[in-house]
C-alpha cells in the first residue's frame, strides 16, 4: 500500500455529525484502507447530516476540509 492510497483527498464520503461552517466542525464517514473511517469534517457552510461530500484538503491526520458533492453519473440516472 502506498502513501496515496493512505490519503482522505478526493475520496467522496458523508456527514455523519453535522458541520456547523465557520462555527464548528462535525464528522464524515470515508472508505479509506480497505474499511470506512470516521474524520473530523470542516466546511465553510452547516452541511446536514447525510450530506454527500468530497474531501478538498487534509488538516492533519485525521481532520479534513470538505465540499458538497453530487456524483454527476447519479444526475444521468434519474428518470
Do not use: H, K, Q, Y
Not at 453535522?18 to 466546511?43: D, K, N, Q, W, Y
Amino acid at each position: 500500500m502506498s502513501s496515496a492510497d493512505d490519503s482522505p483527498i478526493g475520496l467522496a464520503g458523508r456527514i455523519v455529525t453535522p458541520t456547523r461552517g465557520t462555527e464548528g466542525p462535525g464528522e464524515v464517514e470515508l472508505r479509506i484502507r480497505g474499511g470506512i473511517e470516521t474524520f473530523i469534517a470542516r466546511s465553510a457552510d452547516p452541511l446536514p447530516n447525510g450530506t454527500s461530500v468530497i474531501v478538498l484538503s487534509t488538516l492533519g491526520p485525521r481532520s479534513v476540509v470538505v465540499s458538497p458533492w453530487a456524483d454527476p453519473v447519479d444526475v444521468l440516472l434519474l428518470p
